[in-house]
C-alpha cells in the first residue's frame, strides 16, 4: 500500500468508525474482564458486545455523528 493510499485509508469515515467500535470493544472487555477477576479476551467480549450493546452504540453514535454534522453547517 501506498503511502497516498495509507493516508487515504486513514482519513476515511469507515476506517474512522471502525476505530471508534473497536475501542468501545476494548473498553467492554476491560470492564468484562475487571468484573470476571480475569482477562476474558478479545474474542469473549467482542462477541458479548456485539450481541448486547452494538445497535445501542450505533444508534447513539448516528445520532451524535448527525447533530454534529448539524451544527458545523
Known amino acids: 500500500m501506498s503511502d497516498a493510499d495509507a493516508k487515504l485509508l486513514k482519513g476515511s469515515r ?3 468508525e471502525f ?3 473497536r475501542e468501545e470493544i ?5 470492564f468484562q474482564s475487571e468484573k470476571a477477576g ?5 474474542e469473549k467480549a ?13 444508534r447513539k453514535r448516528q445520532d451524535q455523528l448527525r447533530q454534529q454534522s ?4
Open 19 to 21: 476505530l471508534a467500535e
Open 26 to 30: 476494548m473498553r467492554h472487555k476491560w
Open 70 to 73: 448539524t451544527a458545523g453547517s
Open 46 to 58: 467482542l462477541l458479548d458486545w456485539l450481541v448486547k450493546h452494538r445497535a445501542d452504540w450505533r
Open 14 to 16: 469507515l476506517y474512522q
Open 38 to 42: 480475569f482477562d476474558v479476551g478479545f
